[in-house]
């Protein structure tokens, strides 16, 4: 493993939005086998403790790339955007209006008479929604431009609000369960 490789040499993937999950999980583990921190036990300290920085480096990329909305923010911070330095606040009103109205919908669920199928019906808009920006992103990425990059970003956005709510519905279904 080098330093100056990216999350996807790392694994030996192409630089691209769709990977394959099974190949990057036999390569992680075969990474892990050979660099653990407990192989090196009797290496040299400064050996050790490079072992350690190998294994902390290469959970981060595996954390990254096994998650569609962290590699999609990944590949952009590749093409030269990083999302996590973009402080603006712009977001098409149409998408934030079907983010307040999900969301009184998820209010709407706590106090339904049937909280579960309520939530279903909601997980499953979100599903698709996530899917369509997935496939959007997907298609913006491939033509390298900047506006098409700018939208693919817009893309990521709204795909983290979409990940937010899913977590919202699934701490609410948890809530529901504990009753």
């Given at each position: 493993m080098s330093?100056?490789?990216?999350?996807?040499?790392?694994?030996?993937?192409?630089?691209q939005f769709d990977?394959?999950?099974?190949?990057?999980?036999?390569?992680?583990?075969?990474?892990?086998r050979n660099t653990h921190p407990d192989r090196h036990a009797h290496a040299s300290?400064?050996?050790?403790?490079?072992?350690?920085?190998?294994?902390?480096?290469?959970?981060e990329a595996y954390e990254t790339l096994s998650s569609p909305l962290k590699?999609?923010?990944?590949?952009?911070?590749?093409?030269?955007?990083?999302?996590?330095?973009?402080?603006?606040t712009n977001m098409d009103p149409?998408?934030?209006?079907?983010?307040?109205?999900?969301?009184?919908?998820?209010?709407?669920?706590?106090?339904?008479t049937d909280p579960e199928s309520a939530l279903e019906k909601i997980g499953s808009k979100l599903r698709e929604q996530l899917q369509d920006y997935e496939t959007l992103f997907r298609q913006q990425l491939a033509e390298i431009s900047p506006e098409t990059l700018d939208k693919a970003a817009e893309q990521v956005k709204k795909m983290q609000f979409i990940?937010?709510?899913?977590h919202e519905v699934e701490r609410l279904e948890e809530e529901l369960l504990d009753y």
């Open positions: 330093v100056s490789q990216n999350h996807f040499q790392l694994f030996g993937l192409a630089e990977i394959d999950l099974n190949q990057l999980s036999r390569t992680y583990r075969n990474i892990q300290k400064r050996d050790q403790l490079l072992s350690m920085q190998y294994t902390a480096n290469i959970n590699r999609a923010s990944y590949l952009l911070k590749l093409k030269g955007m990083d999302l996590s330095e973009d402080n603006s149409a998408f934030l209006m079907q983010q307040i109205e999900l969301r009184e919908e998820l209010e709407t669920a706590r106090h339904s990940v937010k709510m899913q």
